[in-house]
Every structure is written in C-alpha cells, then in structure tokens.
Antibody
C-alpha cells in the first residue's frame, strides 16, 4: 500500500529557507498517472495548496507563494521536496505531502493519499 | 480569501441528513473533491469526480453539483462524522488548485 512520509526540520529561523522531503513507499513516484503535491495548514486554520509536481519535473504553484516556492523530484530516491524561502511566522504550519490525481490525466482533481504531516515552526 | 466559499459551521442531529456546500464560479467548469479532517489527523478524501467514493468510505457520503455550488451530503449522519470538511477544485483560471475555507460539522 502506497505511503507518504514527510521529513525535515521542525524549526526554521525567520528569513531562512524551509526544506522538506516527502518519501514515497509502496509504489513508484514515476507513475504516469499521478502528480505529487504539498499542502499546508496553519494552526487552527484551513488547508492551503502550495504546489504540485509531475515525475518529469513539471510543476505548478499557488500564485500567492510562487515567488518563494520550489518543488523538485528525485525519482532515483522516490522522493519529492519542497523549498520555501524567506519564511516568516506566517509560514508556521503543518505541511502535508499528498498524491494527486490531476485533471490532465484523470479528468478530475483529487488528493487521494496523504502523509501524516509535519509541523514546522518559524521562530528565532 | 478563497475562491471557494464554505459555511464555517453546520450542525446535524444524529441520524439525520446534512448538506455541506461549496460555492465558486470555477465549479461551473470543474469537479470538486471533498475531504474530511478530524483533529490531529491528515485530511481524508471522501468524494471525488462526478460523485465517486474511495474504497472504505461509507455510502452515506455523496456528492452533487449545480451551477456554481457543489454539495457534500451525509445521509444518516453518525457521531464519527463530526469533523472539518474541505472542498477542493480549480481556481477561475483553471491553472491552479484551491481549497475552500472549511466547514466544521457538529453531530448533535
């Protein structure tokens, strides 16, 4: 059964870069059927989509975060990663990675499998 | 602000039917997916596409759409259905994804 696991520092200083990795197990990240995404949730607030990546490296991002976000994929390690630069306290959140059935491939959008999430706090 | 609008809170009596709505202009063109999130847990996909349930999701959950409004209906709500529910779809450009603000469902 496919599983996703986020990893990375739980504490990041303001103005620095947040870096997280999602490791996919039980299946291949190189499947042509799926995209892979990052979503975050500030404490007590709702979900915010950050961006998606295809195994080929094709990406699309939330316009409100695009200037600070980079999502990359390493098919040899079955991982994809998130970098968010110039972080502030507003970036404090639980960060989730998820598998995405994309409208371009499936005809609809759906995040069907999620990681457990990892809490990242931005503080000096 | 989100391009998908949800009521912040809805309540339902145990065993009754409840509808949770999601409004947005993009919903005239794109399907919505629905997610259930319980405290301390990752979101769980409950409805996707036209009206599809992933394996393991009870058939009391169903989805529908009309015009700019999509709905998640729970027929015969159970205590374990108490959770936050989020809709997700494309934005008006069709190039990006967006979540609704979420609806907190209370089962009385």
């Amino acid at each position: 059964q496919l599983q996703l696991q986020e990893s990375g520092p739980g504490l990041v200083k303001p103005s620095e870069t947040l870096s997280l990795t999602c490791t996919v197990s039980g299946g291949s990240i190189s499947s042509s059927t799926y995209y892979w995404g990052w979503i975050r949730q500030p404490p007590g607030k709702g979900l915010e989509w950050i961006g998606n990546i295809y195994y080929s490296g094709s990406t699309y991002y939330n316009p409100s975060l695009k200037s600070r976000v980079t999502i990359s994929v390493d098919t040899s390690k079955n991982q994809f990663s998130l970098k968010l630069s110039s972080v502030t306290a507003a970036d404090t959140a639980v960060y989730y990675c998820a598998r995405h059935e994309d409208i371009a491939v499936a005809g609809y959008d759906a995040f069907d499998i999620w990681g457990q999430g990892t809490m990242v706090t931005v503080s000096s | 602000s989100s391009e998908l609008t949800q009521d912040p809170a809805v309540s339902v009596a145990l065993g009754q039917t409840v509808r949770i709505t999601c409004q947005g202009d993009s919903l005239r063109s794109y399907y919505v997916s629905w997610y259930q999130q319980k405290p301390g847990q990752a979101p769980l996909l409950v409805i996707y596409g036209e009206n599809n349930r992933p394996s393991g999701i009870p058939d009391r959950f169903s989805g529908s759409s009309s015009g700019n409004t999509a709905s998640l209906t729970i027929t015969g709500a159970q205590a374990e259905d108490e959770a936050d529910y989020y809709c997700n779809s494309r934005d008006s450009s069709g190039n990006h994804l967006v979540f609704g603000g979420g609806t907190k469902l209370t089962v009385l």
